[in-house]
């Protein structure tokens, strides 16, 4: 059964870093790209960036670039979001979710999410 | 980037009502198009990809249609556990964008 767990929620301060994470299972790991998925609260799914745990080719949406760096350790079969200084606005769910292998690379199985809080 | 346009924002329905959501891609993106249902405090769900194949295990009532830059999701007869969130979202290019979303109210 394929799965993607991601790490507990956080609670953090202003200008603290966080790495969080998506640890995958029941599939090749290195084979599928992983995506992450910013949602702020109340609002839509917004694409934050791609990962090739494989190779570890890294792509980032124009928003997100400089913002957050995304990592993998195929060796542990997880994916990272990490931030080196957060902000409030960085409060939101952050979901990994896998690029899937079907005709249209839909992203076919998802994380819980990780509920991030930055708060002074 | 490529853009995607969703339409409506928000929608008021009946059980049992038919519904159609559209979402509108700022380029040609094939039919790199998939739909995904998100209820409240849950993670998305696939429903449709490739502009209108069924993910496995979603009911038939899901269907999804394309017309150039113009895509499609219907539900032929709205279901209480459809009441949600769906978006729309292209895989043309590796870096994926999402529509803003239409959220399907119970009238």
């Known amino acids: 059964e394929v799965q993607l767990v991601q790490s507990g929620a956080e609670v953090k301060k202003p200008g603290e870093s966080l790495k969080i994470s998506c640890k995958g299972s029941?599939?090749?790991?290195?084979?599928?790209?992983i995506a992450w998925v910013r949602q702020m609260p109340g609002k839509g799914l917004e694409w934050m960036g791609i990962?090739?745990?494989?190779?570890?080719?890294?792509r980032y949406s124009p928003s997100f670039q400089g913002q957050v760096t995304i990592s993998a350790d195929k060796s542990i079969s997880t994916a990272y979001l990490q931030w080196s200084s957060l902000k409030a606005s960085d409060t939101a769910m952050y979901y990994c979710?896998?690029?899937?292998?079907?005709?249209?690379?839909?992203?076919?199985?998802w994380g819980q999410g990780t509920l991030v809080t930055v708060s002074s | 980037d490529i853009q995607m346009t969703q339409s409506p924002s928000s929608l008021s329905a009946s059980v049992g009502d038919r519904v159609t959501i559209t979402c509108r891609a700022s380029?040609?993106?094939?039919?790199?198009l998939n739909w995904y249902q998100q209820k409240p405090g849950k993670a998305p769900k696939l429903l449709i990809y490739?502009?209108?194949s069924l993910q496995s295990g979603v009911p038939s009532r899901f269907s999804g249609g394309a017309s150039g830059t113009d895509f499609t999701l219907t539900i032929s007869s709205l279901q209480p556990e459809d009441f949600a969130t769906y978006y729309c979202?292209?895989?043309?290019?590796?870096?994926?964008?999402f529509g803003q979303g239409t959220k399907v109210e119970i009238k």
């Open positions: 979710a896998r690029r899937g292998q079907n005709v249209a690379y839909s992203l076919d199985y």
């Open positions: 029941g599939y090749s790991f290195t084979s599928h790209w």
């Open positions: 990962i090739y745990p494989g190779d570890s080719d890294t």
């Open positions: 380029q040609s993106i094939s039919r790199s």
């Open positions: 490739a502009a209108s």
């Open positions: 979202q292209q895989s043309y290019s590796t870096l994926g964008t």
